[in-house]
């Protein structure tokens, strides 16, 4: 994490906005607004990438095959749920990879099938 983070003040200082804190036991996140002191009962988190789907906001779906045996969430819209997979590399996951619809959390690929199904929801 603290290599990450100097990566990006490398790269820009205004990627300090996307780090976030949060105390032990704490409910919410806090942005962190300076070079944190990295204290070992903090969790500290780097906010991900988001791509647009329909004009909302979700996490970035990874882009690289990840480790044989990783879990993962694929988007699946036939269920409205995300399903719970372990990666093998077979034809299928590299498939749902390039289509973007592999993604590290299951909040995550949530929020992608929320946005995917938007348009076809009743009002």
């Known amino acids: 994490m603290i290599k990450q983070f100097a990566e990006d003040m490398a790269i820009d200082k205004e ?8 105390i ?3 409910v919410y996140f806090t942005n962190v607004n300076y070079a944190p002191s990295w204290i070992e009962d903090y ?4 906010e991900p990438e988001t791509i647009t789907v329909n004009g909302v906001e979700v996490p970035e779906p990874c ?6 045996g990783d879990l993962y969430w694929a ?8 399903l ?4 093998h590399g077979n034809t299928l996951e590299h498939e749902r990879l390039s289509l973007g619809l592999i993604h590290l959390t299951e909040e995550a ?3 992608h099938i929320d946005a995917l ?7």
């Open 84 to 87: 719970r997979e372990r990666w």
């Open 75 to 82: 988007v699946a819209l036939i269920r409205c749920k995300p």
């Open 24 to 26: 032990p036991k704490g």
């Open 15 to 22: 990627l300090i906005s996307k780090w976030k804190y949060r």
């Open 43 to 46: 969790e500290y988190r780097r």
């Open 109 to 111: 690929a949530q929020a």
């Open 63 to 68: 882009r690289e095959p990840l480790e044989r």
């Open 117 to 123: 199904l938007l348009p076809s929801k009743k009002k």
